[in-house]
């Protein structure tokens, strides 16, 4: 079923049969270094494409042209629900990315909550080493709202102690998405 489409994108829900493209790039570590978990196996990728063909917050993005998965979007509402805040987060294969289709997937669904979902407000949050993803919110026009120091840990070392990171915060208000 196809949910978005954009110039060169379909963006869909995931199905199990997705679990080859999602283990080309989720069993690269250059893709899982900032993630909440580490590479997968392919026997995790089956499981990880169920679960994610059962969890509307996850979105296939896929070329237009030969329907190849390249990347995912994560798309979640937080909060209380009259809060209208809506949480965003991407991977995409390292093949696909640097041209502009984390941009063009992201745009449709920012469109899409602030025009039908009426947002009020959407997040996202990252690594700041990782400018990667924050150059890829302010081209989104998304704010840098906060700086917060070792504001969470996904890794552990040897010892098993956390490895504590910090993390900024973007925001993009409706007021400020419909005044561009
Ligand atoms: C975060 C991530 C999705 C960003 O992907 P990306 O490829 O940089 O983003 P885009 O696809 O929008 O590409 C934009 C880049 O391509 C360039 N580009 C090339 N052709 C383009 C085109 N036709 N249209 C737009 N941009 C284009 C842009 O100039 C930009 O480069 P720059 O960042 O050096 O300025 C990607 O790095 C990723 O998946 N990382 C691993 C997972 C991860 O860390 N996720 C975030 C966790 S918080």
């Known amino acids: 079923m ?40 392919e026997e995790a990728c089956r499981q990880e494409a169920k679960n994610r063909s ?26 209380p629900k009259e809060f209208l805040t809506w949480e965003l987060g991407y991977v995409f294969n390292p093949a696909y990315q640097h041209k502009g289709y984390a941009t063009e997937s992201c ?30 919110m302010e081209r989104l026009q998304m704010r840098r709202e906060g700086y917060f120091k070792k504001k969470a840990f996904f890794k552990r070392d040897e010892k098993g102690e956390p490895i504590w990171h910090d993390s900024y915060e973007y925001g993009l208000l409706a007021e400020e998405y419909h005044k561009k």
């Open 2 to 41: 196809v949910i978005f489409e954009t110039e060169r994108l379909i963006i869909r829900k995931f199905s199990i049969d997705d679990w080859k493209d999602l283990y080309e790039y989720l069993s690269d570590e250059s893709v899982v270094k900032y993630e909440p978990y580490d590479v997968l196996s």
């Open 54 to 79: 059962e969890n509307p917050a996850f979105l296939a993005v896929c070329l237009k042209e030969s329907s190849k998965l390249i990347g995912n979007l994560y798309f979640e509402q937080q909060g």
């Open 107 to 136: 745009r449709e669904i920012i469109r899409y909550a602030f025009e039908h979902f009426k947002a009020h407000r959407i997040i996202a949050m990252c690594n700041p080493e990782n400018s990667a993803s924050w150059r890829l």
